[in-house]
């Protein structure tokens, strides 16, 4: 059993899973934090699979510390954490949006450093390396219209300009998640074996799903697309149908 206090502050919280099959690293989009894998990770104990919720810094438990700004840095310090702590159990890695490069990362640095790598790859809700945004980088926006692109991508609650503080920091913080991912130096050789899934909301008009099978290019393993319903943040049924795929997909661990 891995003792919760021993991953902190990078693994705020763990749901200890009795005779856990496999462990899930889980990122966060740009401008989130580990408690959005609350839910998953309630709907993912009864199969055996832990969740660890990553937090990267500068928010929630982490909110005193400085952003990260090196992802290869932050993946490194990560993994230095974490690896010991798995061990030899078998574990996938997990990110949605902005937390799906960070997942490619950490995978790519255990493939590339003498990590075991993950048993599957889930990237969720974001365009493959090869296809950037349009308004690439969106870290070097001008406030108003990244204000704008939060927005769009509907995490940004409709009244939150009614609270200058709190916009402030959500507005600062999803900011510097973005620089961080759009300033990844993607390598050229995918060097991953593992299979891959990327997953995309069927009416996420920011990652248009004809895009997602490009993503094949970055493992030599098998890969699978799946489409959710919802946005770029899905719907209850979309969330319930992601638990399904990640449960069919691990379920040989």
């Not at 255990?110 to 365009?127: D, E, I, K, N, Y």
């Not at 913080?173 to 390598?187: F, G, K, N």
Request: hydrophobic fraction near 40%; include cysteine; glycine fraction near 8%.
């Amino acid at each position: 059993m891995t003792e919760p206090a021993l991953l902190a502050p990078w693994i705020p919280h763990v749901r200890t899973v009795p005779g856990v099959r496999i462990v899930l690293l889980c990122f966060p989009y740009a401008g989130g934090g580990a408690s959005a894998f609350r839910g998953l990770a309630a709907a993912l104990a009864s199969r055996g699979i832990e969740v660890w919720p990553v937090q990267p810094p500068g928010r929630e438990t982490r909110f005193s510390e400085p952003f990260a700004t090196d992802l290869v840095g932050m993946t490194k310090t990560l993994a230095d954490v974490v690896m010991p702590h798995i061990g030899d159990r078998p574990y996938a890695v997990y990110g949605h949006s902005g937390g799906a490069i960070m997942a490619y990362a950490f995978a790519r640095h255990a493939a590339t450093q003498g990590h075991p790598m993950p048993r599957h790859l889930f990237v969720s809700g974001c365009r493959p390396p090869q296809h950037p945004d349009p308004e690439f980088p969106l870290h070097e926006l001008p406030h108003e219209r990244f204000l704008t692109r939060l927005f769009e991508y509907g995490r940004m609650p409709p009244d939150v300009m009614d609270y200058p503080d709190i916009a402030e920091t959500m507005v600062a913080t999803a900011r510097a998640d973005l620089r961080l991912v759009e300033t990844y130096p993607w390598p050229d050789d995918p060097a991953l074996n593992c299979p891959l899934t990327a997953l995309g909301g069927v009416e996420d008009a920011t990652v248009p799903v004809e895009l997602l099978p490009e993503w094949r290019m970055m493992t030599c393993g098998t890969m699978e697309t799946v489409l959710l319903p919802g946005g770029h943040f899905l719907s209850p049924a979309g969330e319930q149908r992601l638990t399904e795929v990640i449960r069919r997909a691990l379920s040989g661990y």
